[in-house]
């Protein structure tokens, strides 16, 4: 899938990318994260948005866990590949 904004200068496809990536709430639930399945999905558009976003929604948020478990669960979702 082809997306207009990668025609964009790189600098100001990552002011995109931070204006959607940080501040985040990132707080678990015993499902998962709130934010995990609305704002991260801009990590699956296409490939090339993929690789510019990937790392930035966890190098630029905090993530906070109420167990132990979710967090394991968390982690565990993004090792199994």
Same mark, same amino acid.
């Given at each position: ?27 678990s639930v015993t499902t998962g994260l709130y934010a995990e399945t609305n704002t991260l999905s801009i ?9 510019? +976003? ?6 630029? *948020? =905090? &993530? +906070? ?6 967090? *394991? =669960? &968390? ?7």
């Amino acid at each position: 899938m082809y997306s207009p904004l990668l025609n964009f200068p790189a600098e100001l496809r990552n002011e995109v990318w931070d204006y959607v990536l940080v501040g985040l709430d990132l707080s678990s639930v015993t499902t998962g994260l709130y934010a995990e399945t609305n704002t991260l999905s801009i990590l699956f558009v296409n490939r090339q948005i993929h690789e510019e +976003t990937n790392l930035l929604a966890y190098s630029l *948020n =905090t &993530f +906070t866990f109420k167990w132990l478990q979710d967090m *394991n =669960t &968390f982690l565990a979702r993004r090792t199994a590949q």
